[in-house]
């Protein structure tokens, strides 16, 4: 079965610098991978996917993802970091034929004035 | 467009009582249900999911149990209810067969269980 890491516990960045959260997958083939961001108390809403095609993905509130099969990764990045980013971020990984997801532990970003 | 409600938000219950807890979907037939259980620190547990109606998966043996009476209806329920049940239980839904089509997730319900 699919699992995925996410090393990052807690991450705490400045706000206006750079973000990258690390996930990690395994999987034999060419997984469907997920961010999805999870405000204090509400339901997980979906930043990008990454299904084939360009290794790079675009999401919502500026928000990137790029896939690295090499490395079993697909890291999200931002480049400057508002305060309303602050949230618990979770790598999600599916596969084909199989509406089955499973989910990383999370990483919980602050952000500091 | 479609929704999806989960109630109650928040419940309070002593060790040993029952639960019920719902999650309704609107907008969209024959949806893929899935109850979910997020505990304090951790990640998304996958608890049961569904393909449709009487059908449920359970991916943890537990006190829980999951029914689907309705097409756009998924209930968990437990006869009584642990201390270790305690935590955030989320309701998501998606269509079809593959996993690529994403997860819509409802507002949570925050359980303690006392």
């Known amino acids: 079965a699919q699992s995925v890491t996410q090393p990052d516990i807690h991450i705490t960045v400045s706000e206006g610098a750079s973000l990258e959260l690390r996930c990690n997958y395994s999987y034999g083939a060419t997984p469907y991978l997920f961010w999805y961001v999870q405000s204090p108390g509400q339901g997980l809403q979906l930043l990008l996917k990454?299904?084939?095609?360009?290794?790079l993905v675009q999401g919502i509130k500026g928000f990137e993802a790029e896939f690295k099969r090499s490395q079993s990764s697909f890291n999200l990045r931002k480049p400057s970091v508002h305060w309303s980013d602050a949230a618990e971020y979770f790598c999600?990984?599916?596969?084909?034929?199989?509406?089955?997801?499973?989910f990383g532990a999370g990483t919980r970003l602050t952000v500091k004035p | 467009s479609q929704t999806i409600h989960q109630w109650p938000a928040t419940l309070v219950q002593p060790v040993g009582s029952p639960l019920s807890l719902e999650c309704t979907v609107e907008g969209t037939s024959n949806p893929n249900l899935y109850w979910y259980r997020q505990a304090a620190g951790r990640g998304l547990q996958l608890l049961f999911y569904?393909?449709?109606?009487?059908?449920i998966s359970s991916e943890v043996p537990q006190n829980l149990s999951a029914s689907r009476p309705q097409d756009r209806q998924f209930i968990l329920s437990s006869k009584k209810l642990l201390l270790s049940d305690s935590g955030f239980y989320l309701c998501a839904w998606s269509v079809g067969t593959s996993s690529y089509n994403e997860q819509f997730f409802g507002p949570g319900t925050r359980l303690t269980v006392l």
């Open positions: 990454y299904f084939s095609g360009d290794t």
């Open positions: 569904s393909v449709g109606i009487g059908q």
């Open positions: 999600a990984v599916g596969v084909y034929n199989n509406n089955d997801m499973r």
